[in-house]
């Protein structure tokens, strides 16, 4: 169905406060994680086993998200407000910076160790950057109209329906956006090395305690 130019408009209007308000509720979301991380304990610190599968699937999903946000930032980076970029990663799914940064902060809940860490990053995730996406698809709609609608009836916007690779033989890359988007996933690795730190002497400091009683 296509949206007509007046309904666009307005789906739009009801949807920008999601894309103004990303920046405050993502560092909200941050502040509350980093307090639960240090004013409770571990859902599982007399597991040991939990706790290492933990930190290692959660490393995984880090990698995973790294090198994905670097895939899906070769096609995009630069070229989102210029056209409808639909090769690589946006083949498979329309909001594929979406879905790594999704498994990224995943996988930095999994390292916390804290259940109520990873059902806040879900339900910030699931609840609220949907409707982020709804405004950038709206506006997106009434930028390029048909061609848009195209992609959109064609691609799926988060889960892929299959893995079809639409990948050119060569590929305009802008490297300033590049190494923007090497700088940006290079916090994925500071923030697991500072979580295990701080998990790790948490850790030490609860089996000194238990030691001296």
Known sequence: MIVSQKNCHVEVHSFEWAI???????????????????????????????GLLSDTLGFVLIVLAAFGRIWSSLYIGGYKEDRIVSEGPYAIVRNPLYVFSFLGAFGMGLVTERLLILAIIAGAFLLYYPLVVMAEERNLQRKFGQGYMDYLNRVPRFFPRRFQWVEPDTYPVRPRHVRRSLQEISWFFWVYLILHIVTGSQQDSLLANLHIF
């Not at 920046?23 to 086993?49: E, F, G, H, K």
């Open 20 to 50: 103004k308000f990303r920046q405050p509720i993502s560092a909200a979301v941050i502040l509350a994680c980093l307090a639960l991380l240090i004013a409770t304990p571990s859902s599982w610190t007399d597991n040991r086993i939990v």
